[in-house]
Each structure stands twice: as structure tokens, then as C-alpha cells.
């Protein structure tokens, strides 16, 4: 098993891509070790991708729709749904046309990373995992995503942004920043860790 924060992120869901060996998972006190991904899901655990996937046939609409009734369990009310879709896509500078359009389909990279920020809004998760959101965005772009997980963060909920360039981390409020090295946390601490990596790179950080 290779050993890194995508990995991490992926064990926790429960990618049956990958075969945990040994320890144990747990969320609010529950051991989701063995839980399928999409029980998971309905826990409570969102994960955005590095490399969001295109479905064809399955408009953004019907897409969120259909998941917000998966985890939730209740109806949709259909028009008020959608006005709550129009308004985040809206705030996340989403041209409104691409609500009916093939979830991710023909989309540019700023396009699907935003899309995997609405999916978070809209499914208001516990816990979210966004995986290298940051990934290929230009200044605006990540000014745009930061947006939108400042719009999502509560006292009620957490938020896991792994990444490798700080810069979306320099308009959030960020509580702790961990440094993970071969898949072993190396240091643990506030936001001087951040400023401390934009000027000297991760050279003060080396595994064991």
C-alpha cells in the first residue's frame, strides 16, 4: 500500500482500491473501519477528487439532487433545490446554464474543481475531504473555491484540505496544519507552519 494524504483520504472512504492491513478508523465515536463508501457517506464524510470524474447522461442537477436524497433519506422539494443551487453557483461564479449540463462533462479544470465545492455545499456534510481542490487554479479560481469553503464552515462541521501549495490556505482561518512525510504526520502546529513553508519550501520537514 502506498503510503500518502490522497491514500489517507482514500482509506477513510473506503476506496475498495485499497486494502487496509491493520488500525481502525473511527468518526464521532464509531468504528467506520469496515463501512461501505456509501454508508460512509451518509455518515456524514464528503470527499472532493484531484481528479473529478466526468459522467456523461447525468445532468449537475439530477446528480445533487439525487444524492442530497440518498443521504438525507427525505424528498426533494424541487424548486426550492434549485434556487438553493443557483444562488451557491452564483456565489461560486458557476455560469447557471451548467446546472443542466452532463455533471463535469466538457468542463475546464477551474470548472469541475468549483462543481466539486457546490457538491459540498449542497450535501452539507459532517466532515470534508477536499483532496488538492487547489490543484491547477489560477489566483481567482482559489480566491473563488476558498469563497465557498469559508460559505460551508461551521462550529458543527470540519474541514481536511490536503495540499501542496498554501496559497488556499492564506484566506482561510485555518485551526491546526498538519505535515505529513511518508505517510507519517512530522509536525503538527498553527498557521506559522504555513508561512514557514512559503519561505523556505518543506526542507525543515524531512521523515524520519
Given amino acids: 500500500m502506498v503510503h500518502g494524504k490522497t491514500t489517507t483520504a482514500n482509506a477513510i472512504l473506503n476506496n475498495p482500491m485499497y486494502s487496509k492491513k491493520n488500525g481502525e478508523i473511527t468518526f464521532e465515536g464509531e468504528d467506520i473501519t469496515n463501512a461501505t463508501t456509501d454508508v460512509?457517506?451518509?455518515?456524514?464524510?464528503?470527499m472532493?477528487?484531484?481528479?473529478?470524474?466526468?459522467?456523461?447522461?447525468?445532468t449537475v442537477t439530477n446528480f445533487l439532487k439525487t444524492a442530497k436524497n440518498k443521504i438525507t433519506g427525505e424528498p426533494i422539494k424541487i424548486f426550492k433545490f434549485k434556487e438553493e443551487i443557483k444562488q451557491y453557483m452564483n456565489d461560486l461564479q458557476i455560469k447557471p446554464e451548467y446546472s443542466n449540463r452532463d455533471l463535469n462533462v466538457g468542463f475546464?479544470?477551474?470548472?469541475?474543481?468549483?462543481?466539486?465545492?457546490?457538491?459540498?455545499?449542497?450535501?452539507?456534510?459532517?466532515?470534508?475531504?477536499?483532496?488538492?481542490?487547489?490543484?491547477?487554479?489560477?489566483?481567482?479560481?482559489?480566491?473563488?473555491?476558498?469563497k465557498g469553503i469559508q460559505m460551508f464552515k461551521t462550529e458543527e462541521n470540519a474541514v481536511l484540505i490536503i495540499t501542496h501549495n498554501a496559497k488556499i490556505l492564506n484566506n482561510l482561518k485555518v485551526d491546526y496544519v498538519h505535515v505529513l512525510v511518508d505517510g507519517k504526520i512530522v509536525k503538527t502546529g498553527g498557521e506559522e507552519i504555513i508561512k514557514d513553508i512559503e519561505e523556505n519550501g518543506y526542507k525543515n520537514y524531512k521523515g524520519d
Fill in 108 to 146: 475546464s479544470g477551474g470548472e469541475k474543481k468549483k462543481n466539486e465545492i457546490l457538491q459540498m455545499l449542497v450535501l452539507n456534510p459532517k466532515l470534508a475531504i477536499l483532496d488538492e481542490t487547489d490543484s491547477g487554479l489560477d489566483v481567482d479560481a482559489i480566491k473563488t473555491v476558498s
Fill in 40 to 46: 460512509i457517506a451518509r455518515k456524514g464524510v464528503f
Fill in 48 to 58: 472532493s477528487f484531484q481528479l473529478p470524474e466526468e459522467i456523461p447522461g447525468i
